[in-house]
């Protein structure tokens, strides 16, 4: 069998990594991510993995390749620790099969 270290290739792509950094750095984003968070996106780990990327495709190591699955690792742990914002259904509610309209006051809007 071969040596599956030699045949290892990153999780993504480096420009991958450079479009996310550059993705992060935008206003929009930075925008976005302060109004849904409250705090300014931290962009760095994206730049240091891009750079990491290119050091992997110039020499291969088990440094490089050690500290792109890390991060990646990181990367999907943060992704699964936030909650859903609503609890889901176990049932459907009691009066699913009756029109929307039933027993509810008409809109007074006109």
Do not use: I
């Amino acid at each position: 069998m071969a040596d599956s270290g030699a045949m290892w290739r990153p999780p993504r792509t480096c420009d991958d990594y450079w479009s996310e950094f550059r993705h992060c750095k935008s206003l929009w984003n930075r925008f976005h991510n302060y109004y849904a968070h409250g705090t300014s996106p931290s962009c760095g780990q994206w730049k240091e993995d891009y750079y990491s990327c290119r050091e992997w495709e110039k020499n291969p190591g088990p440094e490089t390749k050690d500290a792109l699955q890390q991060s990646e690792r990181n990367r999907e742990a943060e992704q699964r620790k936030f909650t859903p914002v609503w609890d889901l259904r176990r049932d459907p509610p009691r009066d699913w099969h009756m029109p929307l309209h039933q027993g509810k006051p008409p809109d007074s809007q006109s």
